[in-house]
């Protein structure tokens, strides 16, 4: 079968890394890709919401299946474009219409279905420009820290901390009556701080069935000892320690089962991949947002974990019988640190010549933000490349990986070597 991933990052290359393994491909092609995933399939120069090109492309190259890597196209509504299209809809989309999608694209709306369904996450409540006189008593009315999140897309950027109610109130503001994040800021959740351990649980559902993936934590902050801005992030381990069996059967109980039952209770027919950001707090489980496809640099600790063929699940999501799928997870750690530009999350250059990249034999490189011409390879982007080694223990996956991440050199090159040694 041919596939089509959209996407051009860390994830989409660890997701083109691990599909050119199964024996079910004939030919893969990745839109727009970049330096990385050319290695598994053929780049594509389309942006991922160029919806008629797609089509276009798909039409042409006879494709049998869309993976959608970003959430941006899913938010805007790509799956119900095929959908929408008698040329179109026979070929499966891996990711959520538009109304799942909401999920991810307002938080208000994730915090609304949560409440309706009684799944576990902090006490909020949502304000807008014109209620913002409203919000500022609120605050009022908080604990601090207090937790202040975009409604809409903000590129990771939209969650804020703030630990006093002057800097609260003026964030606020900032965010409803001075537009800090655009249209995503229209509407601003206001929400109680959870004090906690944070990590991923990634499911995938073909809106009936499902199949909970390997758990992973990530890291977010630029600066060692998690100090600094936040990232769109510095590394992952998977699986995390602290989410033992106990732990993850609660997960399944109070948040997996209620999200897939309250969707179909909802009418929102959901095939795709669902990540659930989850609070520890003293062994219990709270949602503190969900994401509408796989997260990034999540996916590159997760997927070398998969020992069996990931295009057989996600032939199951496509053809509604997921519950007939089996899958391998491998008992090896998984660990993935992230090189950046320097200056990222800030102002960054791109352009860095990247070399001995082929001197890493240990472990897995994912390109992320890179661009190859007349065969040298450039930086492109703030996150550049993922190192990810799968190891026996975490000790050794860290190690291995920090050590990789250290052999590859371009200009300017920043890389947290503490990933996940805060859960040794």
């Known amino acids: 079968m041919n596939i089509l991933i959209i996407g051009a990052g860390g994830r989409e290359s660890a997701f083109a890394w691990k599909i050119a ?16 995933t050319s290695h598994y399939g053929q780049n594509v120069p389309l942006q991922v919401t160029d919806f008629n090109g797609i089509a276009d492309f798909v039409l042409q190259n006879h494709i049998d299946m869309v993976v959608v890597g970003p959430e941006e196209p899913l938010v805007k509504g790509i799956h119900d474009y095929f959908l929408d299209r008698g040329d179109l809809r026979h070929i499966p989309v891996i990711g959520p ?7 991810e694209g307002s938080k208000d709306f994730a915090k609304q279905f949560m409440l309706r369904h009684g799944i576990p996450t902090a006490a909020s409540k949502s304000f807008d420009r014109t209620t913002l006189t409203e919000g500022l008593a609120y605050l009022e009315t908080q604990h601090l820290p207090v937790v202040l999140k975009a409604d809409g897309l ?3 950027k939209g969650v804020l901390i703030c630990t006093t109610l002057e800097e609260a109130k003026a964030e606020l503001r900032a965010m409803l009556a001075e537009a800090k994040f655009g249209e995503a800021s229209n509407k601003v959740v206001i929400e109680e701080y959870l004090a906690g351990i944070e990590l991923s649980v990634f499911v995938l559902t073909d809106g009936d069935s499902y199949k909970v993936l390997p758990a992973a934590k990530d890291y977010k902050r630029i600066g060692e000892g998690d100090t600094g801005l936040n990232t769109g992030g510095m590394g992952s381990v998977s699986p995390v ?31 795709g991949f669902i990540f659930i950001g989850l609070m520890n707090v003293n062994g219990e489980p709270y949602v503190i947002e969900y994401n509408v496809r796989m997260g990034d640099p999540e996916t590159e600790s997760v997927l070398p974990r998969i020992e069996s063929d990931l295009v057989d699940l996600l032939q199951g999501v496509a053809q509604g019988n997921l519950s007939d799928r089996s899958f391998t997870v491998s008992p090896k750690t998984a660990a993935t640190v992230v090189l950046v530009s320097g200056g990222y999350p800030g102002a960054y250059e791109s352009g860095k010549t990247i070399s001995n990249i082929e001197n890493v034999r240990e472990s897995f490189v994912f390109h992320a933000g890179t661009q190859e011409e007349a065969g040298t390879i450039t930086t492109a982007g703030g996150r550049v490349l993922a190192v990810t080694a799968l190891k026996d223990s975490l000790f050794d996956a860290l190690q291995q990986a920090t050590a990789d991440a250290g052999r590859i050199y371009f200009e300017g090159k920043y890389f947290r070597k503490d990933i996940g040694f805060d859960l040794i």
Do not use: C, M, W
């Open 241 to 271: 320690p602290f989410a033992d069996d106990s732990f993850l059967n609660k997960v399944e109980e109070r948040v997996i089962i209620p999200t897939i039952s309250g969707l179909k209770k909802d009418e929102i027919s959901y095939k």
């Open 21 to 36: 393994q199964s024996e079910q491909i004939d030919r893969l092609f990745i839109a727009p890709g970049n330096a990385g």
């Open 97 to 103: 219409r538009k109304d799942g999608a909401l999920l």
């Open 154 to 156: 903000a590129a990771g």
